[in-house]
């Protein structure tokens, strides 16, 4: 079974900074891209960052600047570093997984089909 598990949201005042974490765990033969997308009341899901298998990065144009991806592949773990948030960055912060997966021998590549739960970012004025 794959899982992707986040954490790192909480409650900040606008010009702080938080650092999200997305891990992967389970039968996964290979990581191939690790996205951010949020989503705020109201609002469709946008995307916010992706970083590939080869550490190539791409931002929304709304966080660029201020948002940093980054991977640590030993722990199959990507981080996202929000700085200098603002209000309008309050939404949920959920990890998509585009990933190999080994399903009894056979492998699979599934871009959309693995989420974390989850993590609130609430940004105060």
């Known amino acids: 079974q794959v899982q992707l598990v986040e954490s790192g949201g909480g409650l900040v005042r606008a010009g702080g900074s938080l650092r999200l974490s997305c891990t992967a765990s389970g039968t996964i033969s290979s990581i191939n891209a690790i996205s951010w997308y949020r989503q705020a009341p109201g609002k469709q899901r946008e995307l916010v960052a992706v970083?590939?298998?080869?550490?190539?990065?791409n931002y929304a144009d709304s966080v660029k600047g201020r948002f940093t991806i980054s991977r640590d592949n030993a722990k199959n773990t990507v981080y996202l570093q929000m700085n200098s948030l603002k209000p309008e960055d309050t939404a949920t912060y959920y990890c998509?997984?585009?990933?190999?997966?080994?399903?009894?021998?056979?492998?699979?590549?599934?871009?959309?089909?693995?989420w974390g739960q989850g993590t609130q970012v609430t940004v105060s004025s």
């Open positions: 970083i590939s298998s080869g550490g190539g990065t």
């Open positions: 998509n997984g585009d990933l190999t997966v080994n399903d009894g021998g056979i492998y699979y590549r599934r871009r959309y089909d693995y």
